[in-house]
């Protein structure tokens, strides 16, 4: 258990000390909601929480996806094999990636989120401060199952290609997953694939908490498929690797 905490710390502070890592992950985010409020700024989306929901959600699938690239250089040099000669487990090292993507997501959201509230659009800055610590809340742990996709994604295709593959998926989940469109503008077959998105589900989670309702059983629903699916086909990519 020392170990797995030593190696998950050294983990942090190098991706935490990283500056582009920094900037693209927390910063990006940031920047776009800034840059869409200035020049959009006296016509927000209608959508409860107006734009800051699905800039945070975007945030979200940045630092959800992340583990991926990093997990795919790991596994293509052998590093994750190596670790079996020593008395850290491979899976500890599985296990930092995906803290550490999450606890970049954290941020990431609040970031935004604290934007909004400073200098957001008009559905933004109508938030109380309980829904502000919700909606953070709630939209971060939505993010596990990106996270979950993140990690299949690196445990599955490794080197350059796994940087290829996330961002593909990043791609889907932007401009598919209700983020840069809602569903509803969407043509049918196209808005049901939205729909069924863990992107999707972040913003229904977030959009839910701004309008004071309860979270929808369909994004609950969603986001427990992907969570599931994806983490149990991660489980068997990780038996793949640890057993070549």
């Known amino acids: 258990m020392t170990g797995s905490l030593a190696y998950l710390w050294l ?15 927390l910063g990006l985010p ?30 979200a699938v940045i ?21 079996r000669t020593t008395p850290l487990r ?15 997501a954290l941020p990431a959201i609040a970031l935004v989120a604290a934007v909004a509230g400073l200098f957001g ?6 938030l109380g401060w309980t829904q502000w610590l919700r909606l953070v809340g709630l939209m971060w742990l939505a993010t596990t199952p990106i996270t979950a996709v993140g990690t299949l994604i690196g445990l599955t295709v490794g080197g350059e ?29 196209l808005a049901a694939i939205s729909r069924a998105l863990p992107s999707y589900g972040v913003v229904q989670v977030g959009e839910s908490v701004a309008a004071g309702d309860a979270l929808p059983a369909s994004a609950l629903v969603v986001l427990a498929a992907w969570t599931v699916g994806a983490g149990a086909l991660a489980a068997l990519a990780w038996r793949r690797v640890v057993t070549r």
């Open 63 to 83: 630092s959800g996806l992340a583990a991926g690239p990093s997990l795919g250089d790991e596994r293509a040099n052998g590093w994750l094999r190596q670790l």
């Open 161 to 189: 290609a796994a940087q290829g593959a996330t961002t593909l998926a990043f791609v889907v989940l932007w401009l598919g997953g209700g983020i840069f469109t809602s569903p509803d503008n969407l043509p049918d077959t």
């Open 11 to 25: 983990e942090a502070k190098r991706q935490w000390r990283n500056r582009e890592i920094l900037l693209f992950r």
């Open 30 to 59: 940031t920047a776009i909601y800034l840059i869409l409020n200035a020049t959009q700024g006296d016509s927000p989306p209608a959508n409860p929480g107006g734009r800051v929901v699905p800039i945070a959600a975007l945030a």
């Open 121 to 126: 659009d008009n559905e933004g800055t109508a």
């Open 90 to 104: 491979p899976r500890a090292a599985v296990a930092a990636k995906i803290v550490v993507a999450m606890s970049f």
